[in-house]
C-alpha cells in the first residue's frame, strides 16, 4: 500500500512503445459515464437509477447525456463494435446476463467486470491491470485467471499490480516495490514472498487506549436490526427474496455470498440508503423504520465503509478532512471543528498510522491509502455498531493483517456489533462468530 505500484502502472501506460490498455477500476475514467452517475445512493433509487445506461449501451457507447428531456433530439454515433464480437468478450467474462441491465443495478464484482470487459473490445498489444481482483468473489476470481492465462497464450502481454496470492500462472516474472523503490526483480520462482505464509500482527493497541475506547462504547439497545420476510425489487430484479434475519448487540456477523447475491442490497437497508427500507418491516436499534427516526438517528451510532463510499466521496477534500467528516455522518467537511475535534480526528489517523498523509488530496493517495482514510473515518466516533464492507479492498497484505488485528482488538469482548462483509475468509476477525451466507439463493444465517 503505497508502496508505488499504481504510479508504475500510468508510467508504463504513459511510456510504452506498443499499442497499450489499462482496464479501469471504476467510472471514472469514463467522463460520459461519470455523467450519468450522479450520487452515491443512485443505485437504490428506483427511478433515478433508470436514468442510468444499460451495460450494452456503455460497451457501444451510446450513452444518452444526463437531463436530456427529447431522447429524439439526442443523435448517437452508429454502432461501430461487430455485436457477435461484443458478445464473445461478454461471455469470456461472464457477463452476457447483464448485458440488458442499468449499470447501476450492478454490485461492485459486476461492474469490474464490465469494465474489464470493455478494455478487451479494444485493440490491444500489452493489457495493463492495476489490482483486477479487488472485489471479485472466488468464482469470478477463477474466470479472470482463466481469462489472463488464456491471453497470455495467444501471445497478448501483461503487466498487472496484484497481491502475492493473486498472481496468475501466466505470469513468469515480478518486479516488488517497497515505498516507491525496488526491493526485487527477477524470476517468479525465485521470489522470496511467492507463498510466503502470513503473519498475524502483535498488539495494535496500547491496553490502557484499548480499554478506554472500549469502556466508551455506548451500546443502548438490545438489538441492532430485525428484518422479517425483507424483499428488494428492481424492475423485474429480485435482489432480494424473503430475508429474516436478526442481529443482537454486541454480537460479530461476516455477510458472504457470490457477485449480484445481494449484499450491498442488504447493507443499504441498514444505513438507510436504500428507500425500499420503508416498505419492508426492518426494526434498527428497536426501532422500526419509518415510525419518526431520521437518517441521521440510525447514522451517529454506527461507522460505515463500503467501494462504493470511496468512488463518490469527493476527490479534492484533504485526508484530514475526510476522517473528520465522519464526525458529522456526512460526504465531506462542512463546518469548523473545535478543539476537541480536531485533536479527536488526529488521533484516530495516529491509531492507523495514516498521520503523514493528512495534508494529501483524495485523489493524491494510491487505492489503499483512500481506503484506510475512509476507514479512520468509520472509527472516528468509536460507534457501537462497525458496518465494514469489503474494508480490506486495495489494502496490501501487511495492510490487511494489521486492519483485521485492530477490527478483533476493537470489537473482540466488547459491546460492539460488528458487520463485515468480504470475500476473503482470511479477512474475518477471529472475533466474527456469526455468518450470514448465500446458499441455494437464500440467505442463511448460522452461529460459529
Known amino acids: 500500500m503505497g508502496s508505488g505500484k499504481s504510479s508504475l502502472i500510468e508510467l508504463v501506460r504513459q511510456k510504452a512503445l506498443v499499442k497499450t490498455r489499462l482496464a479501469a477500476n471504476d467510472y471514472r475514467q469514463y467522463w460520459q459515464l461519470s455523467r450519468a452517475l450522479q450520487y452515491y445512493q443512485q443505485r437504490f433509487n428506483s427511478s433515478d437509477a433508470e436514468l442510468a445506461p444499460s451495460v450494452l449501451d456503455f460497451l457501444n ?17 452508429p454502432l461501430s463494435l461487430d455485436q457477435d464480437f461484443l458478445e464473445e468478450k461478454a461471455r469470456l467474462l461472464q457477463i452476457e446476463h447483464l448485458l440488458d441491465r442499468r449499470i447501476t443495478s450492478l454490485s461492485n464484482g459486476e461492474t469490474r467486470r464490465m469494465l ?22 472466488e468464482v469470478s476470481r477463477g474466470v479472470l485467471h482463466s481469462i489472463l492465462n488464456l491471453f497470455n497464450t495467444e501471445g497478448l502481454s501483461i503487466v498487472m499490480a496484484t497481491s502475492p496470492q493473486e498472481i496468475p500462472a501466466c505470469v513468469s516474472h515480478v518486479l516488488e516495490l517497497g515505498d516507491g523503490e525496488m526491493v526485487y526483480q527477477g524470476n517468479k520462482l525465485g521470489w522470496p ?18 480499554q478506554k475506547l472500549n469502556a466508551a462504547i455506548n451500546a443502548d439497545f438490545n438489538s441492532f436490526v430485525k428484518m422479517k420476510d425483507v424483499k428488494v425489487r428492481y424492475g423485474q430484479k429480485q435482489v432480494l427474496e ?10 460479530k456477523w461476516a455477510i458472504l455470498g ?20 420503508f416498505a419492508n418491516d426492518i426494526h434498527l436499534f428497536g426501532q422500526k423504520i419509518g415510525t419518526g427516526e431520521s437518517i441521521w438517528d440510525i447514522r451517529k451510532r454506527m461507522g460505515f465503509v463500503s467501494p462504493e463510499l470511496q468512488l463518490y466521496f469527493p476527490r479534492h477534500y484533504s485526508a484530514w478532512a ?35 498523509l493528512r495534508t494529501r488530496k483524495m485523489y493524491e493517495l494510491s487505492n489503499g491509502q483512500q481506503r484506510l482514510a475512509l476507514l479512520a473515518r468509520a472509527l472516528i466516533k468509536n460507534p457501537p455498531v462497525l458496518i465494514l464492507d469489503e474494508p480490506c479492498q486495495g489494502l496490501d497484505e501487511t495492510g490487511i493483517n494489521f486492519f483485521r488485528e485492530l477490527v478483533q482488538e476493537l470489537c ?7 458487520i463485515y462483509t468480504t470475500h476473503y475468509p482470511a479477512e474475518i476477525p477471529a472475533c466474527v462468530d456469526h455468518f450470514l451466507t448465500w446458499e441455494d439463493g437464500k440467505w442463511l444465517a448460522s452461529k460459529k
Open 258 to 277: 457470490p457477485n449480484g447475491s445481494g449484499k450491498s442490497t442488504l447493507i443499504s437497508l441498514l444505513t438507510a440508503d436504500n428507500p425500499q427500507r
Open 412 to 418: 473482540a469482548d466488547t459491546p460492539r456489533t460488528l
Open 193 to 210: 514472498k511467492l507463498n510466503q505464509n502470513t503473519v498475524s500482527s502483535a498488539e495494535i493497541l496500547d491496553p490502557e487506549k484499548r
Open 322 to 356: 475526510v476522517v473528520a467528516s465522519g464526525l458529522f455522518d456526512a460526504g465531506g467537511l462542512y463546518r469548523e471543528l473545535t478543539k476537541d475535534q480536531e485533536q479527536q480526528a488526529l488521533e484516530i489517523m495516529d491509531l492507523l498510522k495514516i498521520t503523514d
Open 116 to 137: 474489464l470487459c470493455k478494455t478487451l473490445l479494444e485493440e490491444m498489444d500489452l493489457l495493463l491491470l492495476d489490482m483486477p481482483f479487488i472485489g471479485l468473489d
Open 242 to 251: 424473503s430475508v429474516n434475519w436478526q442481529v443482537n448487540t454486541g454480537e
Open 61 to 77: 457507447d451510446q450513452i444518452i447525456p444526463v437531463g436530456t428531456s427529447n431522447l429524439a433530439s439526442v443523435t448517437l454515433s
